[in-house]
């Protein structure tokens, strides 16, 4: 039997469903045999950059795991390139952006795009996404957050401790934040331009966000979170997503969003008392755990799920994304697993 219409959407809405819906963080990627297929043949930018096949990869992953929802198969990195950044995804050693911001000049020379066009092949995918997507499964589109793309944009790369991110914007504020505001204003046009293609709802991903104190949380990035958040076209629900944030949830639920991420580290029952009923929350599973044996799997989705309490306003996802080495039986066995357990 087909899942019922629209479980997803319903539950960032915080409305009572008829089980809690699921989807999974890098659910289309390297676990799968038949990506890894796929890629052997044509590169990750290539991949993003042609609408066709990043739909199917998209919807053929949302099907074959029967998750409520399917997200879009592109990446956070990718509107740098029309705001004048040089990317790369090298083999084996993730992004890689070569005209990185070292100096206040550089924020200079970073290019404003309020509607970035240039992205237009994103919202072909998504219109293709919607148009093939069974519609009971709802379509996520997303995009990173200004602080987490400012660490990549300035580190040049991913990074352990983003002391190149983080010296930059203590020594130089006001042009950290003006590189901050030109990543909000074209976050909100390259995430209103996916809902107007179709997208139901999206996330926002704060990836590196956790490595900040609270304090500098509240005077760099909670602001342009709020005015990414006010520049949403209404309606559409968001979520809010973030790893190591024990420390500002409160903060975060604060600057915005419908739905708060919560990664592996915290009790899901004690952050979402923490956060109030105003909010669903996301998550959150250990993704380690999916590496076997299934019976731990099984227990511990259990308990999240016995922490939820069928409590409308739970998404089931993992606290961060699929890892590659993971065995593909057990996401599906997990996806069938949370259906079976939280019927209602
Ligand atoms: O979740 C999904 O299935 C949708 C697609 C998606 C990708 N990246 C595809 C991808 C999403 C939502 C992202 C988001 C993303 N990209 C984030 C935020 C989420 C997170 O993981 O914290 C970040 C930080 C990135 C940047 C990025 N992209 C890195 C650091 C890497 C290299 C590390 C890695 O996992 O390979 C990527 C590459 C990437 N993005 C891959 C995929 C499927 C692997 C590319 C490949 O096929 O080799």
Redesign the pocket.
């Known amino acids: 039997m087909p899942l019922p219409a629209n479980t997803f959407v319903s539950a960032c809405r915080r409305q009572n469903t008829s089980h809690t819906p699921v989807w999974l963080?890098?659910?289309?990627?390297?676990y799968q045999p038949e990506?890894r297929e796929l890629?052997a043949k044509v590169g990750?930018l290539e991949l993003c950059h042609r609408p066709e096949l990043a739909a199917k990869v998209t919807i053929d992953?949302a099907n074959w795991l029967d998750t409520d929802a399917a997200?879009?198969?592109?990446?956070?990195?990718l509107i740098l390139e029309p705001m004048g950044f040089d990317l790369e995804?090298v083999k084996g050693d993730?992004?890689a952006i070569h005209n990185p911001v070292r100096a206040a000049v550089d924020v200079e020379r970073v290019l404003d795009v309020e509607t970035p066009e240039s992205l237009g092949y994103v919202y072909e995918a998504v219109k293709l996404i919607r148009r093939d997507l069974p519609k009971h499964r709802d379509l996520i589109g997303?995009a990173?957050a200004p602080f987490?793309l400012a660490c990549y944009a300035i580190e040049g790369g991913?990074s352990r401790h983003y002391d190149k991110a983080k010296t930059f914007m203590y020594q130089n504020p006001q042009s950290f934040y003006q590189l901050m505001q030109k990543l909000t204003e074209a976050t909100i046009g390259y995430l209103n331009a996916q809902i107007a293609a179709g997208a139901d709802v999206v996330q926002l991903?704060d990836?590196w966000v956790g490595n900040l104190s609270l304090r500098d949380y509240v005077a760099h990035v909670q602001p342009h979170m709020k005015r990414l958040f006010e520049g949403l076209t209404k309606g559409v629900p968001s979520i809010h997503f973030g790893?190591d944030t024990g420390h500002l949830l409160e903060a975060q639920r604060d600057a915005g969003g419908d739905v708060i991420g919560l990664d592996w580290r915290a009790n899901l029952d004690e952050s979402w008392a923490r956060l109030g009923s105003g909010v669903a929350v996301q998550g959150n599973l250990d993704p380690i755990l999916l590496l076997g044996p299934w019976s731990e799997i099984e227990r511990q989705t259990r308990l999240i799920l016995d922490q939820a309490a069928n409590r409308p306003g739970h998404i089931f996802n993992l606290g961060?994304?699929i890892l590659p080495s993971t065995p593909p039986d057990n996401v599906r066995r997990l996806v069938d697993f949370v259906h079976e357990y939280s019927k209602r």
């Open positions: 963080m890098r659910q289309a990627g390297r990506y890629r990750f992953a997200i879009l198969f592109a990446d956070i990195l995804f993730g992004p997303f990173g987490t991913g991903f990836s790893t961060h994304g």
